[in-house]
């Protein structure tokens, strides 16, 4: 009779502190989730980023050869990641 009423008692503590951890672990996933999806545009922004990217690939295949050239030689002049490349 002991052991069934400690099993009984054991279990209900159990599945209580699941059910608290689990409530506020999906709390704060839902939480965290709302601020990204805010911040960051999602799908959207990757998607609006792919188009970006082609329409820029599309701009360098309608060159002509004067234009690539030109656009060869000055390529990373003028971004902060080229800075160690500049021609003083």
Request: proline share 0%; aromatic share 12%.
């Amino acid at each position: 009779m002991k052991n069934s009423i400690f099993r009984s008692i054991l279990i209900g503590l159990l599945i209580g502190v699941l059910v608290f951890v689990a409530f506020r672990l999906v709390l704060v996933l839902l939480i965290v989730g709302a601020i990204f999806k805010l911040a960051g545009g999602g799908k959207w922004k990757r998607e609006q980023w792919r188009q970006r990217k082609l329409a820029y690939v599309d701009n360098v295949r309608n060159m002509d050869e004067n234009q690539y050239e030109a656009f060869k030689s000055n390529f990373g002049h003028g971004h902060c990641h080229n800075y160690n490349s500049k021609q003083h």
